[in-house]
């Protein structure tokens, strides 16, 4: 089972360039959620869905987009990169909502802005 | 402002002994999970604890969830090189998570 996988695996840009993070699912979840990575502090929460066609904001949704078309596919866009937004990026999936849930995540996305 | 504060945040021990990793907050909370994550590979549950009071072991590794719900802590006995990693709590209000700082295990040979 691949489970969740995020492409591309790293990726460098430069300030003011755009990119699309892309998440994929084969666990039929409902929920798909984008965190970032940072040392020292753990891992935020960018945006979540709660179905298809459903997203909302999470603890630092500014400076990225989300869209979810597809159940199996979560994307995560950046407009305009800004150096503060050099993290690793994480896609997770669950079947529900609520905190008894297991999350599911992929092996990240390492992104750096220049 | 971390909603979750673990403590320690780093932390490097010799096989063999016990250590106790606490996270802490002023919220109260329904449920709380454990994650472990290795470097280059994405977060994994090891526990959810949803009862105050409650403890659940899983080998050598032993979770509590305080009994007001706004704290855990995860005790491993007999630390083994494969138990290095960033263990990390996380829980949730509705439908957004908030993770703990992490705590960065180094078990040494």
């Known amino acids: 089972n691949a489970g969740v996988t995020q492409t591309p695996k790293f990726r460098v840009l430069k300030t003011g360039q755009s990119m699309t993070l892309l998440c994929a699912q084969d666990?039929?979840?409902?929920?798909m959620y984008w965190y970032r990575q940072d040392p020292g502090m753990g891992l935020r929460l960018i945006h979540y869905?709660?179905?298809?066609?459903?997203?909302a904001k999470g603890e630092v949704p500014d400076g990225y987009n989300v869209s979810r078309l597809k159940k199996q596919n979560f994307l995560l866009g950046l407009e305009s990169a800004a150096p503060s937004q050099t993290s690793v990026y994480f896609c997770?999936?669950?079947?529900?909502?609520?905190?008894?849930?297991?999350?599911?995540f992929g092996d990240g996305t390492r992104l750096s802005i220049l | 402002t971390q909603l979750l504060e673990q403590s320690p945040q780093f932390l490097s021990i010799q096989e063999g002994e016990n250590l106790t990793v606490y996270c802490n907050s002023s919220?109260?909370?329904?449920?709380l999970q454990w994650y472990r994550q290795e470097p280059g590979e994405g977060p994994v549950l090891l526990v959810t604890?949803?009862?105050?009071?409650e403890v659940k072991k899983l080998k050598r590794l032993t979770f509590q969830f305080g009994d007001a719900r706004k704290d855990s802590s995860l005790h491993i006995t007999a630390a083994q090189p494969g138990d290095t990693g960033l263990y990390l709590c996380?829980?949730?209000?509705?439908?957004?998570?908030?993770f703990g700082t992490g705590t960065s295990l180094t078990v040494i040979p």
């Open positions: 919220s109260v909370f329904s449920s």
């Open positions: 869905s709660v179905g298809e066609g459903t997203t």
């Open positions: 997770a999936s669950s079947q529900l909502g609520g905190g008894r849930q297991p999350q599911h």
């Open positions: 996380a829980a949730n209000t509705g439908n957004q998570f908030y």
């Open positions: 604890v949803v009862t105050g009071g």
């Open positions: 666990m039929n979840h409902e929920y």
